[in-house]
C-alpha cells in the first residue's frame, strides 16, 4: 500500500533578529500551506544575521507557530542560531518545539559563531526525513552518511545569492540521484544578512526520480507543495 506525506516549503518574509515578527509571518505560512510538514529557510527566525541571540525552544516568541500547528496538524521545521552553540532546525509543533539538528558543515565565518551538529534524522508519520542546512547539501558525503541512516526524504533549508539560483536544483536532483529519496528544499527569497542582498528563493521539491515536482518563484511569502509517496 502506497504511504503518503503532504510536504510544502516555504519562503516567508524575515526582518533581520526580529524573532517575533519572523513567527508570525511563519505561522502565517503553516496556515497557508496545508501540509503536514512545512520545511523553512536556513535561519529564517532571525535572518541569516550570524551575531543574532539564539533561540531556545520554550522561547515565548515561537508561541505563534505553535499555535498554528496545533491547528493544523503540521510539523514546522523553522531555521535558527540554536543552543549549541549551532545553526539550527527548531522542530515545531502543538505541543512546542525542539532542537531537531545543527548544521554538520559550517561555511566561512560561521565557524567563529557556532560549532558543528552530526546527521539527524525526524520521523513523521512512518516517514523517516534527513534534516540539513545549505553548505551539507553540497557535500556528498553529508547525504551518504544521513542516508546511512535510513531515510525516505532529505529536506533542507538555505539561503543562495539570486546567481545561484539553480544550484540547490543540482544538489537535490544529485541525492535523489545517489540515494532514491524525495527531496525538498526551502530557499530563503528577500534580502538578509552576510552579503546576501538579493537571494535566489525557487524553494522546490524533487521526486525520487530527481524530477521537480512543485517549485516557488524568487519573490517573499511563496508555497510550494507536493506529496512524497512510498
Known sequence: MEQLLSIAVAQPRCTAFDVTSNAVAHAEAVRAADARVLVFPEMSLTGYELDAELV?????RLAPIVAACAETGTLALAGAPVPGPR?????VDGDGARVAYGKVYLHGSEAAHFVPGEPAV????G????LAVCRDTGIPEH???????GIDGYVAGVIHADHEAEVHGERARRVAADHGVWVATAAF????GGGFDRTSGRSGIW???????AEASAAPDE????VFIK
Not at 56 to 60: K, Q
Not at 143 to 149: E, F, I, M, S
Not at 189 to 192: E, I, L, R, Y
Open 223 to 226: 508555497i510550494a507543495r507536493a
Open 189 to 192: 527569497a528577500g534580502p538578509t
Open 127 to 130: 516517514w523517516r526525513l534527513g
Open 143 to 149: 547525504a551518504a552518511r544521513t542516508a546511512a541512516l
Open 122 to 125: 525526524i520521523e513523521v508519520d
Open 87 to 91: 545553526i539550527g532546525i527548531l522542530a
Open 207 to 213: 521526486s525520487a526520480d530527481g524530477e521537480l515536482v
Open 56 to 60: 531556545v525552544p520554550d522561547d515565548e
